[in-house]
Each structure stands twice: as structure tokens, then as C-alpha cells.
């Protein structure tokens, strides 16, 4: 199944430029909405352009369980600005992307590994393909960041989707992907039925450039994921996060692979997106 998502992606690629081929090159200044098509799929997205600096890249943001995109957006911009940054902000809403779509990453439903060519993290590489193609640089780098919901989103686009960001921001997930073949995705990587592809694909997580930002007072139990596989990561969100982060390490250094994680707590803050974006913590996070 991992095998499947090493199928040649210039296929999709091709279509997306075709698709935005009739219209305007560019993301507007300042705020923005618009429909993003992508390979049959409309997202509408929520974005922002910086003027008087040279763009340096995407900052692509995944909202929470309140699929709240446009307040997301604007909670980055600030990020965007100081970066010099595309601020793009995809809705998924909740009609069509139910947890298991998009929390979860759309890999298993009803206890069964589906179609990789359905799931919902191989829209991420679609999206940064049609924000290059409408600024016309194919080569333009790219952060992942998100909040709850979305960071459960961006741990399953960081394990099983082929994402190549410069920085993967995941801020106080419900659940994780765990670093272990004995974890049934979409919480490890078991259920695959090719070793080596399972091997390599989590070989390829830890070494993704994965802050792991935790707000320190995020213990409390309101929308955290319940059920066998979210409660034994531990009991709050804050226990969860450094639990995933010290056994992905303990994972790399038992096999010797590298490890590019990066474990970051903010003080003082709970379960705030605003909070968490407006850190010194997420700063130096997409400075590293």
C-alpha cells in the first residue's frame, strides 16, 4: 500500500497545471478565497500574500475540529509576514471529510486500510502543487502547520503521504501516528501487508523536520479523542505528544536511522491555536 503512493505524481501534477492553466497567475495581496481544484476535488481555500518582500515560500495551515479555515488564516498571517510567507489555509469541511477523512487521514475506515489513491493526505502534495502553478514556481518550498485537528491531519499526511515540507509544525493532536509496526494504522504502521515499504515510509517520518509543539497546560479532556488506540498515548493531549516524541526517538536511536524530530513546549498556553501560532516557540520552530 505505502508502494502505491511512490506512483509518479508528475501524472496528477499535469493535471492541476491543466486546471489552472485558464486562470490568473498569482495569489492576490493581502486576503483571499477561492476554489482550489484538485484532480476532481474543490477545496475551498482561505489565503494571504505579503507585499513588499520576495516570497520565500508556502505556509500551508490545518484548522481544528471547528474547520474554522478562514480564522486559522488569519491567525498565521502574522507568521506569514515575519517569513515573508503564502498563507494558505484549506476548509474541509465536515460533510465530506468526517474524522476518519480527515483527522484520521482517510487511510482505514471501518477497520479496513483503503485505496491510497483515496486518501485525503495526497491532497496536501496536490494543493502545493496548484499554489506553485498559480505563482509559477514549480520549486517553491513549503511548511505544514496545524492545530488539534488538523495536527492529527498533518501527523498522518507527515507518515504516510509523500510530503517533502521544508517544516512540519504538529501542535497538540488528540492522537499520533506511533513510530511502531505493532500499531495498527492510522495510529502506527501496521496493517500493511509489504515489510519493507512499511519500513522505509516510517524510516522517512522521523527523519521529516517534525516540531512536536506542545502547549504545557493542554491537559484538560474536552474533544479529546477517546477509544483503545487515542488512550493508550496517554491521558491528555500534553502527555500524548511528549509520549509520541520520546518513543519516535527511542525508535530511531534502537535502529540507527536519523531522527529529525524537535520537541518544543510553550508555557502557559492550552488548547489555543492563536496562542500556539503567536509563539516564540513556533518562531523559532519555521526558522530552524
Known sequence: MFLELLRPWWIVL????????????????????????LAGVPLQVFTW????????GILLVFHGLARNAQGYRDDAIPLGRRFCLLVVAPLFDAARFPAWRYQRGGIVHDGTVRPS???TVNLVPLL????????GRPDLPYTLIGHSAGAQFLSRAAAYAPVEATHVVIANPSTWVRTRADVAAPYGFGGFGDTAAAEAALRRYLATNITVLLGQEDVGSRDLATGREAEEQGSTRFARGENAFHEAELEARQHGWTFNWHLAIVPGVGHSARS????DQMVAALAR
Open 128 to 135: 502545493v502543487a496548484w499554489v506553485r502553478e498559480r505563482e
Open 117 to 119: 489513491d483515496t486518501w
Open 14 to 37: 499535469a493535471v492541476v497545471g491543466a486546471l489552472s492553466a485558464t486562470q490568473e497567475p498569482g495569489l492576490a495581496a493581502g486576503t483571499g478565497q477561492q476554489t482550489a481544484e
Open 276 to 279: 500556539m501560532f503567536a509563539s
Open 49 to 56: 500574500r505579503p507585499d513588499g518582500c520576495a516570497i520565500s
